[in-house]
């Protein structure tokens, strides 16, 4: 059976990242001629393996890519009915999608069907050739992204989360899933009480053991972030005391922006993020001023792209990992994980971003992670199908999310300290706000408490000219109202502004070059912090734009510093003239 007649939808329409590739299969499963098969035998070596070879099993990492050049190869799912063959790969075709780039655990297996001849080229190899090969790299790059993509749609790769939609860990879990592209299948218990104990006894799935996630043949009960990527095969493998050229803190848009220019100059790269790519901007809805996309992007596609770039120039990316301290030493600066694991990295570019600002607001934390986001993405878009939402915030973000979410929800209530949205919002967002009826903006109004057991029924705001109190129906509430820079790992190393922000450039003082004891006779280069060899992009620094544009620019300027500093260093251990 072909795949275009197999293709199938999940219940819920697809993602944004997921339409449209039923009418691509050629670009889903090209042929490669025999020109481009010979430029790939130049990065492999050619294997005859025999009917029923398991060529990689899921979980399986560092697979490597397989490109068939006799016989057939089956690429199969298994799960607790047994193993399902998704497509079989013919002469001229080849295995692998996203993971088989950066070596990180299957999803899907494959395995020889008949006496088969392929082409196998280890993953680091296969990033090699997508680099330099750029027509093929394109091709291969492509076709990796696409099935991602039909991955996804089509809920393939046995990973299956057990859960109700309001309770906070499942929400969680869902987010991490979902903002790191991982294709996997949701089973609500909150959908009927009959249907849930049916999923629940067919899955072996005790109502007090939730959330439960299926790993293939892992179940794991509430996992953190970490056990998740170990269960999947992302979680990175970090030798100890590794060396990098640049180590960067955090995978938004100015950390991607560092990779990606760090990575494609030749330089090692790593980058520790906690959660998922993307930071603040991966869970904008929709950028509508960045340059280049005149229709807009979503914040997660766009840091999506990035992370694919960065990997594809082979920069290492370490998911669910955070920095709990940094060492400033030269030659060498360190950088301690949690866990326990050490980095060592000759420059290091801090680009952690900010923490989500909480308002003084009653029952906050009952709700947060369930019923309080602080994002709004297509997977909070689903929770609010059909139902009255509140956004506390007047800038972008909070325009974004309520042009969004008023596609989905019933109605969007704005709430705002001031008269209005103008002073603090883009204009084209203010006049497509005021252009839909479903979104009320409600001017003067803080909220004090929220409402429910166990799920958001209402809030309590009030106006803050008259003092007079009222009740507002609400399922959701939706912050935006600023953030708090991301810098306790740094401590006392780094020069701060009032508010914690790092100081970079000309705002260093000659009293902060003092007292961090800078050694140069220079001073700091622009995004340069106190340390030498240390920069600072992004929101995280003191006096940056929060824009993406300039979170991007900012973080791709870092590895022109980078490069300079690199080579004082060099000059610094040369020997002195003897003469």
């Given at each position: 059976?072909?795949?275009?007649?197999?293709?199938?939808?999940?219940?819920?329409?697809?993602?944004?990242?997921?339409?449209?590739?039923?009418?691509?299969?050629?670009?889903?499963?090209?042929?490669?001629?025999?020109?481009?098969?010979?430029?790939?035998?130049?990065?492999?070596?050619?294997?005859?393996?025999?009917?029923?070879?398991?060529?990689?099993?899921?979980?399986?990492?560092?697979?490597?890519?397989?490109?068939?050049?006799?016989?057939?190869?089956?690429?199969?799912?298994?799960?607790?009915?047994?193993?399902?063959?998704?497509?079989?790969?013919?002469?001229?075709?080849?295995?692998?999608?996203?993971?088989?780039?950066?070596?990180?655990?299957?999803?899907?297996?494959?395995?020889?069907?008949?006496?088969?001849?392929?082409?196998?080229?280890?993953?680091?190899?296969?990033?090699?050739?997508?680099?330099?090969?750029?027509?093929?790299?394109?091709?291969?790059?492509?076709?990796?992204?696409?099935?991602?993509?039909?991955?996804?749609?089509?809920?393939?790769?046995?990973?299956?989360?057990?859960?109700?939609?309001?309770?906070?860990?499942?929400?969680?879990?869902?987010?991490?899933?979902?903002?790191?592209?991982?294709?996997?299948?949701?089973?609500?218990?909150?959908?009927?009480?009959?249907?849930?104990?049916?999923?629940?006894?067919?899955?072996?799935?005790?109502?007090?053991?939730?959330?439960?996630?299926?790993?293939?043949?892992?179940?794991?009960?509430?996992?953190?972030?970490?056990?998740?990527?170990?269960?999947?095969?992302?979680?990175?493998?970090?030798?100890?005391?590794?060396?990098?050229?640049?180590?960067?803190?955090?995978?938004?848009?100015?950390?991607?922006?560092?990779?990606?220019?760090?990575?494609?100059?030749?330089?090692?790269?790593?980058?520790i993020e906690t959660c998922a790519p993307?930071?603040?901007?991966?869970?904008?809805?929709?950028?509508?001023?960045?340059?280049?996309?005149?229709?807009?992007?979503?914040?997660?596609?766009?840091?999506?792209?990035?992370?694919?770039?960065?990997?594809?120039f082979g920069a290492e990316i370490a998911?669910?990992?955070?920095?709990?301290?940094?060492?400033?030493?030269?030659?060498?600066?360190?950088?301690?994980?949690?866990?326990?694991?050490?980095?060592?990295?000759?420059?290091?570019?801090?680009?952690?971003?900010?923490?989500?600002?909480?308002?003084?607001?009653?029952?906050?934390?009952?709700?947060?992670?369930?019923?309080?986001?602080?994002?709004?993405?297509?997977?909070?878009?689903?929770?609010?199908?059909?139902?009255?939402?509140?956004?506390?915030?007047?800038?972008?973000?909070?325009?974004?999310?309520?042009?969004?979410?008023?596609?989905?929800?019933?109605?969007?209530?704005?709430?705002?300290?001031?008269?209005?949205?103008?002073?603090?919002?883009?204009?084209?967002?203010?006049?497509?706000?005021?252009?839909?009826?479903?979104?009320?903006?409600?001017?003067?109004?803080?909220?004090?408490?929220?409402?429910?057991?166990?799920?958001?029924?209402?809030?309590?705001?009030?106006?803050?000219?008259?003092?007079?109190?009222?009740?507002?129906?609400?399922?959701?509430?939706?912050?935006?109202i600023g953030a708090n820079p991301a810098?306790?790992?740094?401590?006392?190393?780094?020069?701060?502004?009032?508010?914690?922000?790092?100081?970079?450039?000309?705002?260093?003082?000659?009293?902060?070059?003092?007292?961090?004891?800078?050694?140069?006779?220079?001073?700091?280069?622009?995004?340069?912090?106190?340390?030498?060899?240390?920069?600072?992009?992004?929101?995280?620094?003191?006096?940056?734009?929060?824009?993406?544009?300039?979170?991007?620019?900012?973080?791709?300027?870092?590895?022109?510093?980078?490069?300079?500093?690199?080579?004082?260093?060099?000059?610094?251990?040369?020997?002195?003239?003897?003469?």
């Amino acid at each position: 059976m072909s795949l275009k007649k197999n293709w199938t939808r999940p219940s819920e329409p697809p993602p944004p990242w997921a339409a449209g590739t039923e009418s691509r299969y050629h670009e889903l499963y090209p042929e490669l001629t025999e020109e481009q098969i010979n430029i790939a035998r130049r990065y492999g070596e050619e294997r005859k393996v025999t009917d029923g070879t398991l060529l990689w099993d899921v979980g399986d990492r560092d697979t490597g890519f397989f490109l068939v050049r006799s016989g057939e190869i089956e690429i199969f799912r298994r799960d607790k009915n047994g193993e399902r063959v998704i497509v079989t790969h013919r002469p001229g075709h080849y295995g692998g999608e996203l993971v088989t780039m950066s070596g990180r655990g299957a999803l899907l297996g494959g395995r020889a069907k008949g006496q088969t001849r392929v082409v196998v080229v280890s993953s680091e190899k296969l990033r090699e050739l997508i680099a330099t090969e750029s027509t093929l790299g394109e091709t291969i790059l492509l076709s990796f992204i696409l099935r991602r993509m039909r991955m996804i749609a089509e809920q393939l790769g046995g990973v299956i989360l057990v859960g109700s939609s309001a309770e906070r860990d499942t929400a969680r879990i869902r987010t991490f899933l979902t903002r790191n592209g991982i294709p996997h299948a949701f089973v609500d218990t909150d959908d009927s009480a009959e249907d849930a104990e049916e999923r629940l006894q067919a899955l072996d799935a005790a109502a007090d053991h939730l959330p439960l996630l299926l790993c293939g043949d892992q179940r794991v009960t509430n996992p953190s972030n970490r056990d998740i990527a170990e269960c999947l095969g992302y979680a990175a493998e970090i030798r100890q005391d590794a060396e990098f050229d640049v180590a960067i803190t955090g995978a938004g848009a100015a950390g991607l922006a560092a990779a990606v220019y760090a990575a494609s100059e030749g330089l090692s790269v790593i980058v520790i993020e906690t959660c998922a790519p993307g930071g603040q901007a991966g869970t904008s809805s929709k950028i509508e001023n960045y340059l280049g996309f005149p229709t807009g992007i979503s914040g997660q596609a766009l840091a999506g792209r990035a992370y694919i770039q960065a990997q594809k120039f082979g920069a290492e990316i370490a998911i669910a990992r955070q920095v709990i301290a940094l060492h400033c030493r030269q030659p060498s600066h360190t950088l301690e994980l949690d866990g326990g694991d050490r980095i060592k990295a000759r420059s290091v570019v801090i680009t952690s971003g900010a923490v989500y600002r909480r308002p003084q607001i009653e029952r906050l934390d009952a709700f947060e992670g369930s019923g309080v986001h602080y994002g709004a993405s297509y997977i909070e878009g689903q929770f609010c199908r059909g139902k009255d939402v509140a956004i506390i915030g007047g800038g972008n973000s909070a325009g974004q999310a309520a042009v969004f979410l008023s596609a989905r929800a019933k109605t969007v209530y704005i709430l705002v300290r001031d008269a209005g949205l103008a002073e603090t919002m883009s204009n084209y967002l203010v006049r497509r706000i005021d252009k839909l009826a479903n979104i009320n903006l409600l001017p003067h109004t803080e909220a004090l408490r929220i409402e429910g057991q166990g799920r958001i029924s209402a809030l309590v705001v009030r106006d803050n000219r008259t003092g007079e109190t009222r009740r507002l129906e609400a399922s959701h509430l939706f912050i935006f109202i600023g953030a708090n820079p991301a810098t306790d790992f740094a401590g006392s190393s780094l020069g701060l502004d009032k508010e914690g922000f790092v100081k970079t450039g000309n705002t260093l003082t000659t009293e902060d070059l003092c007292c961090a004891k800078w050694p140069l006779e220079r001073r700091p280069y622009l995004l340069e912090t106190s340390v030498p060899g240390i920069f600072a992009a992004g929101d995280v620094r003191s006096g940056s734009v929060k824009r993406v544009a300039t979170a991007v620019g900012e973080g791709a300027m870092c590895v022109q510093f980078i490069h300079q500093t690199l080579t004082e260093s060099v000059n610094d251990d040369k020997p002195g003239d003897a003469t």
